[in-house]
């Protein structure tokens, strides 16, 4: 395998249509000048050829140094609409990089992000879209950068292994309502959860505002202060949510479990509502973590029916 990646070109090459029917034409010149001796073509073939040659140096010079990111652009759920994020830089060249076109090896990408110029040291980015087959990390994967500069005769083409942070697939959510990859559901910081609803004991008063309701006036008070004043509540504690995985399970049961956590998570985050992950003893997420609906999510990305999570990136297997 070795042997085989050290003998690969480091370049494709493919004639384009144009391109055939121009090496057709070089062909029948040089035919003809040979046969008729005529300087003429044989100043045709040369120009042909020094075109050919020229195509392939500024190609090459378009391709060479270019760096290539991918990154998600929203959330991406198992089998929903999501957006990748590609960002093709020209960092460190002096020669602009001019119609150059990235196709992601990722399955599930959608059409290629095409780059009308970008100037040398700077980057441009273009957004596809994104529908992956199944949660989990996404394994590695290479970008093909290709161009057809300057005159359309030949698309040169290179794999090159993207950069970038790790990509990684959330579950499927249980409900169609459940998610809307790209909108901000709730708190993305996983903030802290919400005081809960309003009880019945009452607290205090104080003075009446406008949006207060007028079966919150407190009559005596009122009477008594000569103004309106409104009964302020003592709050209830809200009751935290488990959600809970149990391992091992069988895949295909597992999986369907999984997918009604996600949608649960969703939930909880939509409506401010604390909750704690549970994967089998294991209390994974908890009410006051930080970035708690990335990290649950993550978690129902990469946990295996056995109960272990996939590794990221980096690191090892928990």
Not at 10 to 35: D, M, Q, S, Y
Not at 60 to 77: N, Y
Not at 231 to 250: F, G
Request: proline share 9%.
């Amino acid at each position: 395998m070795d042997l085989f990646r050290a003998l690969r070109l480091p370049r494709k090459l493919r004639v384009t249509f144009p391109g055939k029917w121009f090496l057709a034409l070089t062909v029948g010149v040089g035919i003809a000048a040979i046969n008729t001796g005529n300087n003429l073509l044989y100043l045709a073939l040369s120009m042909n050829l020094s075109l050919i040659i020229l195509s392939g140096v500024l190609s090459e010079w378009c391709l060479r140094g270019l760096r290539v990111r991918v990154a998600h652009a929203s959330e991406a759920f198992a089998s929903r609409e999501s957006l990748l994020a590609v960002t093709c830089s020209a960092e460190g060249k002096w020669f602009p990089a001019v119609s150059v076109s990235v196709s992601s090896g990722l399955p599930g990408a959608g059409k290629t992000a095409w780059f009308p110029e970008i100037p040398p040291g700077e980057a441009d980015t273009r957004v596809i879209p994104y529908r992956p087959g199944r949660r989990g990390p996404v394994p590695s994967f290479a970008c093909t950068v290709s161009t057809r500069f300057p005159f359309a005769l030949f698309e040169k083409s290179a794999d090159v292994p993207p950069g970038g942070s790790l990509l990684i697939v959330y579950p499927e959510p249980d409900g169609p309502e459940a998610a809307h990859p790209g909108a901000n559901h709730g708190d993305p910081a996983g903030g802290k959860p919400s005081g809960g609803r309003e009880g019945t004991s009452i607290r205090s008063v104080k003075d009446h505002a406008p949006s207060d309701p007028v079966r919150d006036i407190h009559w005596k008070a009122s009477a008594r202060r000569g103004k309106w004043m409104v009964k302020e509540r003592e709050a209830e504690p809200e009751q935290e949510i488990d959600i809970l995985l149990p391992v091992p399970s069988a895949p295909p049961e597992f999986e369907r479990l999984v997918s009604q956590a996600c949608g649960l998570v969703l939930r909880c985050e939509r409506a401010g509502v604390p909750y704690r992950l549970r994967v089998g003893d294991r209390i994974l997420v908890g009410p006051g973590d930080g970035g708690r609906r990335r990290k649950a999510l993550t978690i129902l990305a990469r946990v295996e029916a056995d109960g272990t999570l996939l590794p990221e990136a980096g690191k090892e297997g928990s």
